[in-house]
């Protein structure tokens, strides 16, 4: 792991951790949605679908959570640009 000095700064932070599963209320708190806009942006095609654990049970990958933030962060930062 790298160490930063002091007087650097992080311009991006990887918040990707590969194969970690987030339960809705974590979703919902990451993405800053409710479970209704969630799941309706799923079935719209704008969500990332979770994946099923069994049968009433269903968790998001963390990493393509984390990249529908950033893509989100990409489009406002693009608007802003103009």
Not at 24 to 35: A, F, Y
Not at 48 to 60: C, I, Q, Y
Not at 64 to 69: I, L
């Amino acid at each position: 792991m790298n160490r930063l000095a002091p007087n650097q700064v992080v311009d991006h932070v990887d918040l990707r951790y590969s194969g970690r599963l987030l339960r809705l209320k974590e979703v919902c708190r990451r993405t800053g949605k409710s479970r209704s806009d969630i799941y309706r942006n799923i079935a719209e095609g704008r969500f990332p679908a979770p994946v099923k654990l069994g049968e009433r049970s269903s968790a998001w990958v963390e990493a393509e959570v984390a990249d529908w933030v950033a893509e989100r962060i990409a489009e406002r930062d693009a608007g802003q640009r103009r």
